[in-house]
């Protein structure tokens, strides 16, 4: 297995992945539940708007940007050519990964920015109020005060995100089949187990993904790991 250079590939592009993920999952959802939690009206409006994306299966959302990225008949190739620019090949060798990164990312903020929006609410509001009074708000009240106090939370989602991220198949499998140098951890232990019938190789795999996982857990919490703020 240690000598595989495919399986080497397939680790480094799920790192990859990884880190679109961590960036841009969890920022965005961070951002978002900021934005709402800022709000007095229309919270429950934007709670239902920005988590219905979970409730649309994978393969589904993948389908839609096979369309999306079509290079003859494509949202955004349309667009481009309406523009009068030149069509692109979004599934190219060097474009893929960035490609299914959107797709990826965008599938899971909802889940995110709920969780977020939740640990938010508990803040007790006399903190805000002192915040107030001590003439601290907007940008620095977030910078200073929210997000220490859901400092734990945020640990929590930054694991559920780099271990979600193992389990990547759907986006990956339909919008590329492993090709173009898409191939990831799920889809190349699938190859193995499932179209070579290498059994024996694919759940040595996925034993190496399992064991992969927890390293990277456990080296998250080491990394963030400091004085939790209580209130």
Known sequence: MFSDDLLGAATLNTLEIMLYVVIFQVGFALVLAVMVDSIKWGK???????????????????????LIYNYQFGLLNSALSNFGMDKVLWLSETSALKAIAVPTVWHYVGFYFILFLTAMSKIPSDFYEA??????????????????????DIKVVIILAITGTLKVFDFIWILARGQNGTEVLGTYMYKKAMIDLNFGYGSTIAVYIVVFGVLLSVLTNRLLKKEEVTY
């Open 44 to 66: 429950a409006f934007y709670r239902t708007v920005f988590f219905f994306p979970i409730v649309i299966s994978g393969a589904a959302i993948s389908l839609m940007f096979v």
């Open 131 to 152: 915040a107030k009074i001590e003439g601290i708000s907007g940008f620095k009240k977030t910078v200073y005060l929210t997000i220490p106090l859901i400092m734990s």
